[in-house]
Every structure is written in structure tokens, then in C-alpha cells.
């Protein structure tokens, strides 16, 4: 019923979460509100699709939602979700950020040369002239403080994968919009 609202606001949180990723203030912000909204995706989902809750043995929406949830085509939905929990109940998220800086080096070159001329005088006698000639020189390079911007990755302290936060972020969602589907499909969920 109120599905498709909470998918509108996890995504809304997402755009943001892609736009502020090297915004390491804001960032943490930002996935505690895209969590809480996609788990909301989920309660509502539970909430409507289980039409006599805590019945024994479980509506047919109830198993609809354990089976999905608890299914791999949905692992990293499950994950998120118990990422939020984590969140509101046990400690504030907080992913590993892994920072790269790229550092940028000029380098100046000038040259000389360096060469002998053999001159001789009116009797015929050599006489050795050395001298050493600079090409045109350079103007000296200034020392231009140029800041090397970082950018930041996120990863999940307990995913086993390699992909990082904004990764499983976009899964979810994609993952969410098809568990929701697959909800209205079955007539579990309103469209």
C-alpha cells in the first residue's frame, strides 16, 4: 500500500548518496536515511501481505514474505536490512572508508651546453677558448600548491563480497522495486 512511496524515498536518498560520496560528514547521514527507508519498503510490505498476523501456521502472505526475504535472489536486501537494524538498535552506521588521493608532480627541466671552440691566432697557433653557453633560459618555475582532491569508497564491515557501499545500495534498491513487484504480482501487495 505505502510501498511504492518508501521506493520513492530510498531512491531519493540514494541520488544523494551517489552525489555526496566524497562528503565524509555527510555520507553516514545519508545511508542511515536510505536504509531506514528501504526497511520501511519491507515493514509495509510485511504488514499488508500478512493478512492474520501471528496465525499458526503463517498467512500465505507471511510465507510469501519469509520465503523472498530469506531467499539469495534478495541476499543483499536481507543484509541492508539488518544493517538498519543494527542502526536504530545496537550503534550508528559506520562503513570502512577507504581514501585515495592522486598526487600530481611537475617536473622542470632546463639544459646548457657546454662547448669548446678552437681558435688559432694571425701566425697560425691554436689558442684554446672554453666557454660555456646557456640556452635560453627558462623563467624559474613557481612552486604552485595544487590540492590533491580524495575520494572516498565505503565498504560494510560484515559483507563478504567485494562490492562497496554504494554497490549494495543500488542492489537493494533494484532488489526492493522487484520484491515489491513480485508482491503485486502475486496479490499480495496492491499495486
Known sequence: MHEG?????????????????????EFPHLLSAFLAAARSVTQYALKEADTTPKSSPPSPGKQWYDQQISSPTYSVLAFLRDERNKDIHAKPVSPRKVISIEVVMTLHMSSSIDYRVNYVDSEGKPVEI????????????KNVYVPAPASYRYEFHDWNGTEDVLTLCDSCYNQLCAFVKDGQQKGFLTP
Open 5 to 25: 512511496e518508501k521506493i520513492k524515498e530510498a531512491g531519493y536518498f540514494l541520488t544523494l548518496l551517489h552525489a555526496k560520496q566524497n562528503e565524509p560528514n
Open 130 to 141: 672554453s666557454k660555456l653557453i646557456e640556452t635560453e633560459e627558462s623563467p624559474t618555475p
